[in-house]
């Protein structure tokens, strides 16, 4: 056929959209002109007018049939009918705009949630790198016994690099750390955002700078050699305004003189989730930075700070790139036996790195999208029911529909198209609600991250979420509208042109009803039980108390390689501050530690062998949580010493050296012995030797609602560090200690600064209980909503049923049934339904229950308290909402009711 | 040759063997032009009233022959194999 066949047909259906009256005006007169012809043939045979007439339209058969059998000859009619079905829906729909009004909400509400929801999900978890091809990027771990995400040191990424053939680059990178920036030599240094990164990092991602130059490999070999840093978008929009001469001029990062040589791309924010890099430097300026001071960055294999990534070669699979390292990994395990031993390497997508079992991202996410989509499950059923009624009541409509000739296909495309706009309506208004939900996460950026880090929110609503809630707004419109199409057009057609409302009696008749009833019910209970559970799990966990007073405590951070103090500077620096603060007035007691209990910074960690302890063969060392402390901390936190003491000052460096370990530790590595005098090796069997000289009590850490952990202390004149935390306790308001605190640091160095000050009681209620009140808010507000949908649907259904058996109420009531037995029988099936509900949602509930026992945090067991309240309070509520209409009901008079049609 | 003409013709072409009921000429006739095998123009009748007159594209006369042909073969198909005959 070809083009030529559409110089024809183009512009005819083109009209048939474009100019349909027209058209229509054509048709009709093509077919009157037939008629006329036929009816003037039948004059001249003989026949009257009249007769004439009648035979003519009996030879056609019905006019409006053939038209509409023309109309479907025309090849575009699946466009029009929709237009005409959408106009038609419109003015039905307007005509009950409260039951509209009603559906678009209940529907916006459940996308609303699900598409927030989703945005969350989408940043953590399906977001690809923000990199050109992001799927080559694979992540390159590091695998021990304890430890299947692992770093690597800077000797094992050099092996990598050299030793591997199926990459296109292998670039490393550290974690995002606390850098102290000037952008003047004399400026008092800010806290910023900075990364090493290897010097392929940018060109192996394949990320151009907008503005300068990327690292050069010979950058990034001689430590210390080339101070270059490139900024990140961000950074140079806020700092420097976007100015470009900012091209070659010097800042100093932690008191190091670096230049600018290039500025990151807009499209590159960073290859963190939660978080924008400030600027990148190159790995071989890590000296300058918080790398471990015990080790050596370069040359120590087993200093892993480093994180791996790389671009797959084209045409190689990830298993021969995964088979490749593990070779890599055996053969570095022969090599250099005391660091490597049982020490494995992997190879992971990004989508393993983000779904992977132990993440904490992860496993939110699951729960939160799994309540959301139940959320949704509930709105839908409710409009389901709320269609299927609203189908119901135009059984008359709809059989003339069918009698008249109707095909049943068009007849459900027509009831599809109208739950397409109600679906279409409710998409926009939910689009609306998650913009709220996304901003409402947004809120709490300034309550979760309270560092001095560039940190946020990553959630959006992107065009991967739009999408997906528009798909999702238009997947509910066919759950929602099909079974209601389906049923109302089955309709027996005598009983349907007989009353408008068919009143068919039958079991198989409100089946789908019932159906979405229980299923309303089991779900609200799902969701009200897991609200419960968050809520008091959370509860448990803070009322459980962390161990340590928090009361009265100020506390301000230091970091003295801010104002590039050497090692010998910095421990000078804070022996005089524990000294000279001590004196402060107002201040009861003063300590030291590397990390704020309860904070946000990771842990270090330390590796170590018990003495005497009989390794399993396959392990190296243990490894255990850890804090550096100095003397006064354990009093000033009013941590009790169970066995021994405290540190001393007579803990000095030269002196042996020491810890102090927590009571689970003692418990899990000597029990029943005292652990007071016992020794530790630090790394191997043949490191460090280390004496236990007391044993905490054994408090909270990390978190609030964690299981209890092996911790040890290690002093800080041992174990130098250089970001330290005073915490001062004070006799009255804490903050009145701010001002000598500053007096005494003036003293030492006027230009040191003072790092997150603030009471410690702030910090914590911020921290350990805002944070996990956030995630409570959600859940409590999921299964609110899901509740309040299901008391809806519960009150619509039995509403619907009364009004449908108005008469038949009338007539047992004029029969002799008294109100009692009207309101038994209306509330009957619903309680019924109710029941069987409330059941469906035990078994969902215990099956949440378990979920998050496994995911999250120590719920303990089953919480029966929950139960107790919740499944009661949901029958009580689900039987009110079946009252109130039955109520009514049986007050109808029955001559009322008879009359009723 | 609009709707009604041709369905005379008919009638009268076939010797009333082939009564094409009314009803089915006209959907027909629009799937043809649907088609752009026939093309339609409104004109005056010789009684001066507006009809519409279909005529046959260049398109049309193709995919007539065509299926002409194809016709004529068929039925000298099946009329030898009723007389039992050798094609």
């Known amino acids: ?901 | 040759m609009n709707g009604w003409a041709i369905s005379l013709r008919l009638k009268s072409i076939s010797g009333d063997v082939l009564q094409v009921s009314e009803g089915s000429l006209y959907p027909a006739l629009h799937k043809l032009e649907q088609e752009g095998w026939i093309t339609a123009e409104w004109k005056q009748t010789e009684n001066n009233r507006r009809a519409k007159f279909y005529s046959l594209t260049r398109l049309g006369r193709q995919h007539l022959e065509k299926e002409a042909a194809n016709w004529s073969r068929l039925s000298a198909a099946i009329s030898h194999v009723v007389r039992l005959e050798e094609a």
């Not at chain 1, 790398?291 to 120590?300: A, H, M, S």
């Not at chain 1, 989509?373 to 069918?402: F, H, K, P, Q």
């Not at chain 1, 250089?722 to 200690?737: E, F, K, N, V």
Request: with cysteine.
């Open chain 1, 1 to 901: 056929m070809g083009p030529q066949h559409w110089l024809y047909t183009v512009p005819l259906r083109l009209r048939s959209v474009f100019r349909r009256r027209r058209v229509e005006q054509e048709l009709s007169e093509e077919l009157q002109f037939h008629l006329e012809q036929k009816i003037e043939e039948g004059i001249a045979m003989g026949l009257s007018p009249k007769e004439a007439r009648f035979a003519a339209m009996r030879a056609i058969g019905g006019l409006e049939q053939r038209k509409e059998e023309i109309r479907d000859m025309r090849r575009i009619h699946w466009l029009t009918d929709f237009f005409d079905d959408a106009r038609f829906a419109i003015r039905s729909l307007s005509r009950t705009p409260g039951l509209t009004a009603f559906v678009v909400i209940t529907l916006a509400l459940g996308i609303g949630m699900t598409s927030g929801t989703f945005s969350m999900v989408d940043a953590l978890i399906f977001r690809p790198y923000p990199v050109p091809h992001p799927s080559g990027v694979v992540t390159l771990v590091s695998t021990t016994h304890d430890n299947s995400f692992d770093n690597f040191s800077y000797r094992e990424y050099l092996d990598i690099r050299s030793k591997t053939k199926s990459y296109d680059g292998v670039i490393s990178n550290a974690d995002m750390e606390a850098v102290g920036f000037s952008a003047e030599p004399s400026a008092t240094p800010r806290i910023k955002g900075g990364m090493l990164v290897s010097a392929n990092y940018f060109h192996v991602l394949g990320v151009e700078p907008q503005l300068g130059r990327g690292f050069r490999e010979d950058e990034d070999q001689v430590p210390g050699r080339d101070a270059v840093v490139v900024l990140g978008p961000d950074f140079w929009k806020q700092e420097f305004a976007s100015d470009s001469s900012v091209l070659g001029r010097t800042v100093r990062l932690n008191g190091t003189e670096f230049t600018v040589i290039g500025i990151a791309p807009e499209t590159f924010p960073g290859m963190l989730i939660f978080g924008h890099p400030d600027f990148y430097m190159p790995l071989a300026m890590a000296r300058g930075f918080s790398t471990d001071r015990q080790k050596n960055f370069f040359e120590d294999r087993d200093d892993r700070e480093l994180y791996v990534k790389a671009r797959l070669k084209p045409g190689t699979t990830v298993e021969q790139a995964q088979n490749e390292l593990a070779v890599l990994a055996k053969n570095l395990e022969s090599e250099y036996p005391k660091v490597n031993r049982n020490r494995g390497a992997a190879l992971h997508t990004q989508f393993e790195m983000r779904t992977r079992a132990d993440d904490i991202n992860w496993k939110f996410g699951v729960i939160f999208i799994t309540l959301a989509l139940a959320v949704l499950l509930v709105a839908c059923t409710n409009v389901a029911g709320l269609l299927l009624s609203r189908a119901r009541s135009r059984t008359r409509e709809i059989a003339v529909r069918l009698a008249i000739g109707a095909g049943r296909f068009r007849l459900i495309r027509m009831l599809l198209t109208e739950s397409l706009i109600l679906a279409f309506l409710g998409g926009l208004a939910g689009i609306a609600i998650g913009y709220g939900v996304v901003a409402w996460f947004h809120s709490f950026q300034n309550v979760i991250f309270m560092t001095d880090l560039p940190l946020s929110i990553p959630f959006q609503m992107d065009t991967r979420v739009l999408l997906a809630s528009l798909a999702l707004a238009a997947l509910s419109a066919l759950l929602c509208g099909l079974a209601p199409a389906l049923q109302s057009t089955r309709a027996d057609l005598v009983n349907g042109l007989k009353s408008a409302d068919v009143d068919v009696p039958g079991r198989k008749r409100l089946w789908g009803r019932n159906v979405l009833v229980v299923a309303q019910v089991s779900t609200s209970l799902m969701l009200l039980t897991a609200s419960f559970l968050m809520v008091r799990g959370f509860q448990h966990g803070l009322r459980d108390g962390t161990g340590f007073a928090k009361d009265h405590l100020l506390m301000t951070t230091f970091d003295p390689r801010l104002v590039q103090y050497d090692a010998a500077q910095t421990q000078r620096f804070y022996k005089l501050l524990a000294e000279r603060v001590r004196e402060a007035p107002g201040v009861q007691s003063e300590a030291l530690t590397q990390n704020i209990p309860l904070g946000t910074d990771d842990f270090d960690g330390v590796a170590f062998v018990p003495d005497g302890f009989q390794m399993p063969r396959d392990r190296e060392n243990f490894s255990s949580t850890m804090d550096t402390v100095d003397e006064g901390y354990f009093e000033t936190m009013a941590i009790p010493i169970l066995r021994g003491r405290s540190f001393l000052a007579s803990d000095s460096a030269e002196a042996p050296r020491v810890a102090i370990v927590n009571q689970q530790f003692a418990n899990h590595y000597w029990p029943g012995a005292d652990a007071v005098g016992k020794h530790i090796r630090l790394d191997s069997r043949v490191g460090t030797l280390v004496e236990i000289v007391g044993v905490a009590q054994t408090i909270k850490y990390q978190g609030g609602t964690e299981k209890p952990m092996d911790f040890v202390y290690m002093p800080l004149t041992q174990h130098p560090i250089a970001r330290m935390t005073l915490m001062l306790r004070s006799s009255g308001d804490p903050l009145q200690l701010i001002q000598p605190v500053k007096d005494v640091v003036r003293t030492l160095d006027p230009n040191l600064p003072m790092l997150h000050t603030m009471a410690y009681d702030d910090y914590y209620l911020n921290q350990a209980v805002k944070g996990p009140e956030i995630a409570m808010k959600l859940v409590a507000s999921m299964g609110a909503v899901g509740l309040v949908l299901a008391i809806a649907g519960l009150y619509g259904l039995v509403a619907y049923n009364v009004s449908r058996r108005t008469r038949e109420i009338g007539i047992r009531m004029a029969l002799g049934a008294a109100n009692s037995d009207v309101l038994r029988l209306v509330m009957g099936k619903g309680l019924v339904l109710v029941g069987i509900g409330t059941v469906l949602g035990l078994l969902m509930g215990f099956g949440v229950e378990h979920l998050m026992n496994s995911m999250l945090f120590n719920a303990g067991g089953v919480d029966i308290l929950a139960y107790v309240i919740v499944v009661p309070s949901l029958f009580l509520v689900t039987m009110l909402a079946a009252y109130v209409p039955a109520r009514r009901a049986s007050r109808i008079a029955p001559t009322q009711a008879l009359r009723y049609e």
